[in-house]
Protein backbone atom coordinates (compact mmCIF):
# COMPACT_ATOMS: atom_id res chain seq x y z
CA UNK A 1 0.00 0.00 0.00
CA UNK A 2 1.36 3.26 -1.01
CA UNK A 3 1.76 6.11 1.14
CA UNK A 4 -0.54 8.40 -0.97
CA UNK A 5 -3.66 5.64 -0.42
CA UNK A 6 -2.87 5.33 3.62
CA UNK A 7 -3.01 9.34 3.23
CA UNK A 8 -6.53 8.68 1.35
CA UNK A 9 -7.81 6.39 3.99
CA UNK A 10 -6.98 8.23 6.56
CA UNK A 11 -8.41 11.47 5.59
CA UNK A 12 -11.95 9.53 4.58
CA UNK A 13 -11.69 7.81 8.13
CA UNK A 14 -11.61 11.50 9.42
CA UNK A 15 -15.05 12.36 7.60
CA UNK A 16 -16.72 9.62 8.43
CA UNK A 17 -15.87 9.87 12.02
CA UNK A 18 -16.33 14.06 12.27
CA UNK A 19 -19.17 14.76 9.52
CA UNK A 20 -21.44 11.67 10.11
CA UNK A 21 -24.23 13.06 11.67
CA UNK A 22 -24.61 15.02 8.57
CA UNK A 23 -23.78 12.63 6.09
CA UNK A 24 -26.46 10.39 7.24
CA UNK A 25 -29.14 13.07 7.71
CA UNK A 26 -28.49 13.61 4.30
CA UNK A 27 -29.00 10.24 2.97
CA UNK A 28 -32.28 10.13 5.18
CA UNK A 29 -33.46 14.19 3.22
CA UNK A 30 -32.43 12.10 -0.14
CA UNK A 31 -34.49 8.92 0.46
CA UNK A 32 -37.18 11.49 1.53
CA UNK A 33 -36.63 13.37 -1.22
CA UNK A 34 -36.78 10.27 -3.61
CA UNK A 35 -40.39 9.13 -2.42
CA UNK A 36 -41.97 12.86 -2.76
CA UNK A 37 -40.67 12.87 -6.53
CA UNK A 38 -43.23 10.21 -6.72
CA UNK A 39 -46.23 12.70 -6.38
CA UNK A 40 -47.85 13.94 -8.90
CA UNK A 41 -46.28 17.28 -10.10
CA UNK A 42 -49.50 18.69 -11.71
CA UNK A 43 -51.16 18.20 -7.98
CA UNK A 44 -48.29 18.51 -5.38
CA UNK A 45 -45.27 20.52 -5.95
CA UNK A 46 -42.34 20.15 -3.65
CA UNK A 47 -39.17 21.79 -2.67
CA UNK A 48 -36.51 20.20 -0.81
CA UNK A 49 -33.95 22.16 1.43
CA UNK A 50 -35.56 24.98 2.02
CA UNK A 51 -33.97 27.59 3.93
CA UNK A 52 -35.46 31.11 4.93
CA UNK A 53 -34.95 33.92 6.78
CA UNK A 54 -37.38 35.57 9.41
CA UNK A 55 -37.14 38.62 12.29
CA UNK A 56 -35.74 35.67 14.14
CA UNK A 57 -33.06 34.30 12.16
CA UNK A 58 -32.59 31.70 9.21
CA UNK A 59 -34.60 28.92 9.41
CA UNK A 60 -34.19 25.66 7.97
CA UNK A 61 -36.56 22.90 6.55
CA UNK A 62 -35.85 19.39 5.13
CA UNK A 63 -38.94 19.25 2.77
CA UNK A 64 -42.31 21.31 1.49
CA UNK A 65 -45.16 19.65 -0.21
CA UNK A 66 -47.70 22.19 -1.53
CA UNK A 67 -51.14 21.15 -2.83
CA UNK A 68 -55.07 22.21 -2.69
CA UNK A 69 -55.34 19.75 -0.23
CA UNK A 70 -52.90 21.61 2.11
CA UNK A 71 -49.18 22.56 3.32
CA UNK A 72 -46.65 19.50 4.06
CA UNK A 73 -44.08 20.25 6.58
CA UNK A 74 -41.39 17.42 6.74
CA UNK A 75 -38.68 17.06 9.27
CA UNK A 76 -36.49 14.03 8.54
CA UNK A 77 -34.49 11.95 11.03
CA UNK A 78 -32.04 9.28 10.47
CA UNK A 79 -31.52 7.97 13.83
CA UNK A 80 -31.13 4.22 14.95
CA UNK A 81 -32.18 2.46 18.00
CA UNK A 82 -35.32 3.14 20.00
CA UNK A 83 -37.13 5.82 19.69
CA UNK A 84 -39.11 7.51 22.73
CA UNK A 85 -40.49 10.88 23.21
CA UNK A 86 -43.97 12.47 23.73
CA UNK A 87 -45.77 15.21 21.95
CA UNK A 88 -44.94 18.13 24.45
CA UNK A 89 -41.32 16.60 26.02
CA UNK A 90 -38.61 19.48 25.40
CA UNK A 91 -36.12 16.73 24.70
CA UNK A 92 -36.77 13.02 23.03
CA UNK A 93 -34.38 10.25 23.73
CA UNK A 94 -32.58 7.59 21.74
CA UNK A 95 -31.34 4.30 23.20
CA UNK A 96 -29.11 1.80 21.27
CA UNK A 97 -27.84 -1.24 23.35
CA UNK A 98 -27.27 0.23 27.12
CA UNK A 99 -26.51 4.05 25.60
CA UNK A 100 -29.04 6.82 25.71
CA UNK A 101 -28.66 9.76 24.36
CA UNK A 102 -31.30 12.92 23.81
CA UNK A 103 -32.43 15.22 21.17
CA UNK A 104 -34.52 18.21 20.50
CA UNK A 105 -38.17 16.97 20.10
CA UNK A 106 -38.54 17.48 16.22
CA UNK A 107 -41.80 18.06 17.02
CA UNK A 108 -41.27 21.18 18.30
CA UNK A 109 -38.11 21.61 16.00
CA UNK A 110 -41.08 21.92 13.15
CA UNK A 111 -43.33 23.66 15.19
CA UNK A 112 -40.93 26.27 14.55
CA UNK A 113 -40.77 25.82 10.91
CA UNK A 114 -44.13 25.94 10.52
CA UNK A 115 -44.15 29.18 12.25
CA UNK A 116 -41.28 30.80 9.72
CA UNK A 117 -43.54 29.55 6.55
CA UNK A 118 -46.13 31.40 7.87
CA UNK A 119 -44.43 34.51 8.96
CA UNK A 120 -42.18 34.19 5.73
CA UNK A 121 -44.46 33.70 3.41
CA UNK A 122 -47.35 35.76 5.25
CA UNK A 123 -49.90 32.60 4.94
CA UNK A 124 -53.37 32.94 6.66
CA UNK A 125 -53.66 31.56 9.78
CA UNK A 126 -56.56 29.04 9.09
CA UNK A 127 -54.28 27.37 6.24
CA UNK A 128 -54.03 23.63 6.83
CA UNK A 129 -50.41 23.11 7.22
CA UNK A 130 -49.54 19.57 8.66
CA UNK A 131 -46.49 19.04 10.29
CA UNK A 132 -45.07 15.11 9.41
CA UNK A 133 -42.02 14.04 11.49
CA UNK A 134 -40.12 11.35 9.10
CA UNK A 135 -37.91 8.99 10.54
CA UNK A 136 -35.89 6.22 8.40
CA UNK A 137 -36.27 2.17 9.22
CA UNK A 138 -32.89 2.32 11.30
CA UNK A 139 -35.49 3.72 14.26
CA UNK A 140 -37.89 2.06 16.22
CA UNK A 141 -40.38 4.56 17.33
CA UNK A 142 -41.80 4.51 20.78
CA UNK A 143 -43.61 7.54 20.85
CA UNK A 144 -46.94 8.88 21.55
CA UNK A 145 -47.52 11.92 19.75
CA UNK A 146 -50.87 13.85 18.25
CA UNK A 147 -48.28 15.21 15.57
CA UNK A 148 -47.99 12.80 12.90
CA UNK A 149 -44.52 10.74 13.44
CA UNK A 150 -43.79 7.58 11.11
CA UNK A 151 -41.57 6.03 9.01
CA UNK A 152 -40.04 7.72 5.48
CA UNK A 153 -41.93 5.13 3.67
CA UNK A 154 -45.40 6.12 4.65
CA UNK A 155 -44.77 9.75 4.04
CA UNK A 156 -46.15 9.75 0.62
CA UNK A 157 -49.28 7.29 1.35
CA UNK A 158 -49.79 9.97 4.38
CA UNK A 159 -49.45 12.67 1.86
CA UNK A 160 -52.35 10.83 -0.24
CA UNK A 161 -54.55 10.42 2.32
CA UNK A 162 -55.46 14.40 2.27
CA UNK A 163 -58.24 14.34 -0.64
CA UNK A 164 -60.34 17.44 0.32
CA UNK A 165 -59.28 20.48 -1.53
CA UNK A 166 -58.88 23.34 0.63
CA UNK A 167 -56.58 25.31 -1.29
CA UNK A 168 -57.43 27.35 -4.69
CA UNK A 169 -54.56 26.19 -7.83
CA UNK A 170 -54.03 30.12 -7.94
CA UNK A 171 -53.28 30.12 -4.30
CA UNK A 172 -50.72 26.57 -4.62
CA UNK A 173 -48.92 28.67 -7.88
CA UNK A 174 -48.45 31.43 -5.58
CA UNK A 175 -47.46 30.20 -2.67
CA UNK A 176 -44.59 27.62 -4.65
CA UNK A 177 -43.45 30.15 -6.51
CA UNK A 178 -42.87 32.96 -3.42
CA UNK A 179 -41.18 29.83 -1.25
CA UNK A 180 -39.18 29.40 -4.46
CA UNK A 181 -38.11 33.32 -4.01
CA UNK A 182 -37.86 33.18 -0.37
CA UNK A 183 -34.73 30.38 -0.66
CA UNK A 184 -31.82 31.50 0.49
CA UNK A 185 -30.47 28.24 0.57
CA UNK A 186 -26.23 28.59 0.53
CA UNK A 187 -23.06 27.14 1.77
CA UNK A 188 -22.38 30.57 3.21
CA UNK A 189 -26.50 30.73 4.90
CA UNK A 190 -25.70 27.42 6.06
CA UNK A 191 -22.54 28.31 7.98
CA UNK A 192 -24.65 31.32 9.49
CA UNK A 193 -27.87 29.43 10.44
CA UNK A 194 -25.60 26.58 12.11
CA UNK A 195 -24.22 29.74 14.06
CA UNK A 196 -27.23 30.92 15.03
CA UNK A 197 -28.58 27.29 16.64
CA UNK A 198 -25.48 27.03 18.72
CA UNK A 199 -25.34 30.94 20.12
CA UNK A 200 -29.17 29.99 20.98
CA UNK A 201 -28.56 26.53 22.90
CA UNK A 202 -25.78 28.44 24.52
CA UNK A 203 -28.14 31.16 25.55
CA UNK A 204 -30.55 28.68 26.38
CA UNK A 205 -28.48 26.95 28.95
CA UNK A 206 -27.12 29.81 30.53
CA UNK A 207 -30.82 30.73 31.16
CA UNK A 208 -31.47 27.50 33.16
CA UNK A 209 -27.96 27.63 34.92
CA UNK A 210 -29.42 31.14 36.35
CA UNK A 211 -32.86 29.43 36.83
CA UNK A 212 -34.71 31.69 34.01
CA UNK A 213 -37.23 29.48 31.73
CA UNK A 214 -36.17 29.29 28.40
CA UNK A 215 -38.96 29.34 26.78
CA UNK A 216 -40.96 32.35 28.57
CA UNK A 217 -38.45 34.36 30.48
CA UNK A 218 -40.39 33.76 33.88
CA UNK A 219 -38.49 32.03 37.17
CA UNK A 220 -38.01 28.46 37.48
CA UNK A 221 -38.93 27.27 40.81
CA UNK A 222 -38.85 23.84 42.52
CA UNK A 223 -41.79 22.12 42.45
CA UNK A 224 -43.45 18.58 43.63
CA UNK A 225 -45.34 16.51 41.65
CA UNK A 226 -46.14 12.57 41.51
CA UNK A 227 -42.51 11.08 40.87
CA UNK A 228 -41.26 13.53 42.86
CA UNK A 229 -39.55 17.01 43.44
CA UNK A 230 -38.92 18.41 39.94
CA UNK A 231 -37.67 22.32 38.44
CA UNK A 232 -40.11 23.44 36.26
CA UNK A 233 -41.31 27.20 35.19
CA UNK A 234 -43.54 29.25 37.73
CA UNK A 235 -45.66 30.00 34.81
CA UNK A 236 -47.46 26.56 34.47
CA UNK A 237 -49.71 25.96 33.55
CA UNK A 238 -49.48 28.37 30.35
CA UNK A 239 -45.43 27.04 30.23
CA UNK A 240 -44.77 23.60 31.01
CA UNK A 241 -41.01 24.10 30.42
CA UNK A 242 -39.47 21.31 32.97
CA UNK A 243 -35.80 21.23 33.44
Known amino acids: MTVELIIILVVIILIVKFKSPNI ?5 ERKVSKALNTLDNNEYKVINNVMIRTDRGTTQIDHVVISVYGIFVIETKNYKGLIFGNEYDDNWKQVIYK ?13 GHVAALKERLNLEKDLLIISIIAFTNRASLKVNTKTPVMYDNDVVSYIRSYNNKLISEDDVKRIYYDLLMSNIDSKDTRKEHVHSIRKNLRQ ?14 KALVKRQGKHGEFIGCSGFPKCRFIK
Open 204 to 217: RENNINNNICPRCG
Open 99 to 111: RSERFRNPIKQNY
Open 24 to 28: KGSIG
